[in-house]
């Protein structure tokens, strides 16, 4: 029966994969949150544009003028820190795709040299078998010629 002695390595890989797959998931799943956050804080955003220059055109007094820049300004705060945090979890997810990337080629060659290994022991398995029926054959050859 075949034994590949690197097996437990091989079951580490593949957890490391799994591992890694998981990661990259939740690192997907959050970018989504994250992307969907600041498109609703730039439509937000927008809609607060459109309004502050309605109520410019209407004549407002500077007071209610004033709240309506403070608001547009921490929207734009809030904006552009979605902005960042967008920026860094796609730079996060990319780190996590290519530690997957890793964690599968490295799977793959262990099991590519698995496949390997099994193959040179069914080939000397073979070997030993003809040999083993060869040494039959010729001690019945002996016994057939007395």
């Keep these: 029966m075949f034994k590949f002695s ?5 079951k580490h890989r593949q957890i490391r994969e799994e591992n890694a797959a998981r990661a990259l998931a939740e690192v997907t799943e959050r970018l989504q949150q994250v992307n969907d956050n ?6 937000l955003r927008e809609g607060e544009l459109l309004a502050s220059q309605a109520t410019l055109e209407k004549g407002v007094p500077v007071a209610e003028m004033e709240l309506f820049r403070f608001r547009e300004i921490k929207l734009m705060h809030e904006v552009d820190a ?15 795709e290519e530690e997957l ?3 599968v080629k490295d799977r793959r060659l262990l099991e590519r040299v698995r496949e390997h290994h099994s193959l040179a022991y069914k080939q000397e398995n073979e070997k030993l078998e003809l040999r083993a029926l060869d040494e039959i054959a010729v001690i019945r050859a002996a016994r ?3």
């Design 6 to 10: 690197l097996e437990a390595v091989l």
């Design 38 to 43: 600041f498109n609703r804080l730039k439509t």
């Design 82 to 96: 979605a902005g960042r945090l967008v920026e860094a979890t796609t730079k996060e997810r990319v780190i996590k």
């Design 101 to 103: 990337l890793t964690c």
């Design 144 to 146: 057939l010629k007395k």
